[in-house]
């Protein structure tokens, strides 16, 4: 992954979880990367990925398990689209 250099990285990756959220490749109630995966796969600091999933905590997408790791609670809710007609 290339990181843009105006965005924190640990945005950037959470941006990537959260549409694999979105678009099924996380299912709710299935784990999500651990940290060591997660840094592994992005090439960033240990410290960065553990960020990306307190992101992803407190915006209630996932949740977890002590021992167990990080769990899909949610998918994201869409923007509505409406109608202008």
């Known amino acids: 992954m290339e990181f843009v250099p105006d965005i924190p990285r640990w ?3 959470a941006e990537v979880i959260r549409r694999r ?3 099924g490749t996380y299912p709710p109630r ?4 651990s940290v060591v995966q997660i840094t592994s796969e992005f090439g960033i600091a240990t410290a ?3 960020k990306v999933l ?3 905590r407190a915006e209630g997408l996932t949740y977890t398990e002590p ?3 990080s769990f899909v609670a949610r998918q994201p809710e869409k923007p509505s689209q409406q109608d202008d007609a």
């Open 11 to 13: 945005r950037q990756v």
């Open 21 to 23: 959220i979105a678009d």
């Open 30 to 33: 299935t784990r999500v990367p």
């Open 48 to 50: 960065t990925a553990q």
């Open 54 to 56: 307190q992101a992803m």
């Open 67 to 69: 021992g167990l790791g």
